[in-house]
């Protein structure tokens, strides 16, 4: 099992260019979720997808837009790429059974620069 | 306030000692807490979860859970230079883990 995977590991951007950071996870679980990560800041959920079909927000989605493409695939689209959205971008997925012990796991990573 | 708060550190520590890690959470509904290591330049992964007040102890690592007090810990027994890492403690409410910043942990051989 590959777990959660992320395309592309590096990207610069110039301010107001789009892209999309595509993530995909074999172990069938149902959530998948986005975060950044800025140092001294830890881990911020920008959107999550607690099961196939649906989107939520998170702390902090502006800039964002996201789609769960199906249950293995979750990715998530920059239109307008700003100097602050510079960050390393997770992304991670959970079973979320509603069990105490539901874990998440995590990808290697998007680090992303804006200029 | 934020939800999850650690101890700010770094913590330097000489290796076979003790690490003691602390995070306070400020949110009473919140069902379990995780501890993920991060190694500088790679993804979190999982060192272990609690979800009962007490003691739960894996190989070298002890998780103490006191919800009365909205506090967890981790202890790291006999500190490995392979330990040195950043440790985030995360709290799981409604199936979002909120994260606290990290303590970065320097184990000196």
């Known amino acids: 099992n590959a777990g959660v995977t992320q395309t592309p590991k590096f990207q610069v951007l110039k301010t107001g260019q789009s892209m999309t950071l595509q993530c995909a996870q074999d172990?069938?679980?149902?959530?998948m979720y986005w975060y950044r990560q800025d140092p001294g800041m830890g881990l911020r959920l920008i959107y999550y997808?607690?099961?196939?079909?649906?989107?939520d927000k998170g702390e902090v989605p502006n800039g964002y837009n996201v789609s769960r493409l199906n249950k293995r695939e979750f990715s998530l689209r920059l239109e307008s790429a700003a100097p602050s959205q510079t960050s390393v971008y997770f992304c991670?997925?959970?079973?979320?059974?509603?069990?105490?012990?539901?874990?998440?796991?995590f990808g290697p990573g998007t680090r992303l620069t804006v200029l | 306030q934020k939800e999850v708060e650690q101890n700010s550190g770094p913590l330097s520590v000489p290796e076979g000692a003790i690490a003691s890690l602390n995070c306070t959470y400020s949110d009473r509904g919140s069902q379990s807490f995780f501890w993920y290591r991060q190694y500088s330049g790679k993804s979190p992964e999982l060192i272990m979860f609690?979800?009962?007040?007490g003691d739960k102890e894996d190989g070298r690592f002890t998780a103490q859970l006191n919800k009365a007090s909205q506090y967890v810990s981790l202890l790291i027994r006999d500190s490995q230079p392979s330990d040195s890492a950043t440790y985030l403690c995360?709290?799981?409410?409604?199936?979002?883990?909120?994260f606290g910043a990290g303590t970065t942990v320097t184990v000196r051989a």
């Open positions: 991670a997925s959970g079973r979320t059974s509603g069990s105490y012990s539901d874990t998440q796991y």
């Open positions: 172990m069938n679980h149902n959530s």
């Open positions: 609690i979800y009962s007040n």
């Open positions: 995360a709290v799981l409410n409604d199936y979002k883990l909120s």
């Open positions: 997808s607690a099961s196939e079909g649906t989107t």
